[in-house]
């Protein structure tokens, strides 16, 4: 069965040509590509980490002070401050552990 014609008005998906994205291309959200370093990403990320607790205890007070703040939204809150904690200790951790085994290389 030959494939179906598209008008020339319409593209697909499947014709456009795959090509890998730039190392620059690739960053996280917010950060500029002004480069930073490796201290610049740790410091927005707690920075991000500490607002997600921020924001969950302040659902929480809404919560508990009957401002209409909903039991559900306050629970989603705190699992995502909880969440983003928790990965960023481990990512910590790594970062820890890396360091470690480059201070115990020998030269």
């Known amino acids: 069965m030959p494939a179906p014609v598209l008008p ?5 998906p499947y014709t456009a040509p795959m090509t890998a ?5 690739i960053r996280p959200a917010g950060e500029s590509s002004s480069g930073g370093g490796f201290q ?14 921020q ?3 302040a659902s929480v007070e809404r919560f ?5 703040e ?3 939204t306050t629970v989603l809150a705190t699992q995502r401050a909880e969440l983003a904690f928790e990965m960023f200790q481990q990512v ?3 970062v820890v552990n890396a360091y470690q ?3 115990r290389m020998q030269m």
């Not at 994205?21 to 291309?25: I, R, T, V």
């Not at 610049?40 to 607790?53: H, L, W």
């Open 8 to 12: 020339s008005s319409v593209s697909s």
């Open 21 to 25: 994205p730039s190392p620059d291309a």
């Open 40 to 53: 610049e990403v740790f410091a927005s990320a707690i920075r991000q980490v500490e607002s997600m607790g």
């Open 55 to 57: 924001d969950a205890s």
């Open 64 to 68: 508990l002070s009957g401002d209409g």
């Open 70 to 72: 909903d039991l559900h």
């Open 92 to 94: 910590r951790n790594k």
């Open 101 to 103: 085994e480059i201070m």
